[in-house]
């Protein structure tokens, strides 16, 4: 479970906080800076890399307010087959682990630093990202890289940073049509039986 930024097709307001042309845009978190847009919450499978279930929203909307429809929205898809759920430390709270927890799921998310929950043996990852507590957590964690290939499919080549549309419904239709794409890549790779082009859109454009 992850999310990544939209940037949206409109500059800044004059109140700094939404779109002068796309007034459902928000300023938020986008890497390591603040950006307008949206973000794309996602889950996905980490043993194919296929998306899940998603979520688009304003880019000031918190993780946290969007994981537990999220990951229902996943159990639904996926039959209730999950048994282990990874995220980042801004996933990190007691709801979607009880959640999780209710359906049998066990979670590798880390705790940061300003949680210090009476619990031993948990999950942190350092400044430097070295990933600290049980080794079971950690091959967990470690398998959370999946989603940013994902991420960095759907932008690179299936232009989801790409457009020329406002509003947070066109941008879910548009985050839906990439999304869809990726799918079908999936698909077609697996009816073919070449499981190694599940992410190379060229190899199916040509």
């Not at 880019?59 to 999950?82: H, M, R, V, Y």
């Not at 007691?94 to 799921?105: G, M, S, V």
Request: aromatic share 8%; hydrophobic share 30%; proline share 4%.
């Amino acid at each position: 479970m992850d999310a990544t930024f939209i940037k949206a097709y409109s500059r800044r307001n004059i109140n700094n906080r939404t779109g002068f042309s796309d007034p459902e845009a928000r300023v938020g978190r986008a890497y390591r800076t603040y950006g307008l847009g949206y973000k794309l919450h996602l889950t996905v499978d980490t043993d194919t890399a296929t998306p899940l279930a998603y979520l688009v929203a304003p880019a000031n909307t918190n993780e946290k307010k969007l994981s537990i429809p999220l990951l229902k929205t996943t159990i639904k898809t996926t039959g209730a087959t999950i048994r282990k759920l990874t995220a980042d430390s801004q996933y990190s709270n007691n709801k979607l682990r009880e959640t999780a927890k209710n359906y049998r799921i066990q979670t590798a998310i880390p705790y940061p630093a300003n949680q210090k929950p009476k619990l031993d043996n948990i999950l942190r990852v350092s400044s430097d990202f070295k990933t600290h507590g049980p080794e079971n957590l950690k091959h967990i964690y470690k398998k959370r890289s999946t989603i940013e290939l994902v991420f960095a499919t759907l932008k690179e080549h299936l232009n989801l940073n790409n457009h020329k549309t406002r509003g947070l419904e066109n941008i879910t239709i548009h985050t839906s049509y990439c999304i869809l794409c990726l799918l079908y890549t999936i698909e077609a790779s697996h009816n073919t039986k070449q499981p190694t082009k599940t992410r190379s859109t060229t190899h199916w454009a040509n």
